[in-house]
């Protein structure tokens, strides 16, 4: 008996199925097309159709060379109308028990629904453009929500009355203060390295000399405060990279992503 060969539409529904029912979560990477063709046994290519179809209706964000990330869940139109009407049944009641009439559940239903025409805008703000659009795709790809990326010097005025909410992080919100004259609508997220890197530092001998390079005095300023929590030894720093000549005679090279080396750069 030969096997049905899956069409685009096939694949889209098994893949839809599982970011549905959890199996693959938002923010998460889709596995690649090759993993995906093989589970469920179709081609790398009507796989990539596939995802190429979640992609356009925004269910998944496809970055080259990175891969597909999940950004949100989609349930048919029968599907979410039932689940719709089963929770707006039970709002219902709740306020029928506390009391309101049905014109009032009427004017609350309107009001809610104006409430949620207007999307909040929120911006993320970094200090360097290589940070700025790293670290909105990561928010973009965790969270599902759509962020404008601006650069903390570039903040303005007139930017901030058209803003709800501006997210930085944490070590950037006197900045922010600074710039808009006011700490609110201002959230700090905590971007921290991995637990590997940390015990990397943390294990190094004390009798080594550490070198950390950052872009900005900004940038020296923090990478500096996080290596001394983890390593005592020598510590020196060098904020604008020229050549490898200038870190040779250094046993260890700290850098953050910002100052963009290259891998030959750090090689001795």
Known sequence: MKQKVLSKEDVYQIILER????????????????????????NITTVNRAIQQLANEGIVRSEP???SFITK?????????????EEFSSVIR????????E?????????SLNNTKHLPKIAFAECNKFDLSRM???IENST???????????????????????????????EIIEKTGSSENIIGLNFIPKSEVLNKIALLEKSKTVTVIAPTDRGVERMLSLVKQYFPGEIVFIKEFQDKKCFSDNDVVITNRAAALKEEDLKK
């Open 103 to 111: 014109e009032k559940i009427s004017d609350l239903f309107t009001l």
């Open 94 to 101: 709740k306020a029928q028990n506390a009391g309101f009439s």
């Open 73 to 85: 869940k989609k349930f048919s139109n029968l599907q979410g109308k039932e689940k719709f009407l």
């Open 19 to 42: 970011i549905n029912n959890g199996s693959f979560t938002i923010g998460k990477k889709l596995p690649p097309c090759r993993t995906l063709a093989k589970e469920i046994r179709s």
């Open 65 to 67: 060379r990175k891969g």
């Open 144 to 174: 599902g929500i759509e962020v404008i990326p601006i650069l903390i010097d570039d903040i303005t005025e007139d930017q901030i009355k058209n803003l709800d909410l501006i997210a930085t992080p944490i070590f950037h919100i006197s």
């Open 136 to 138: 909105t795709k990561i």
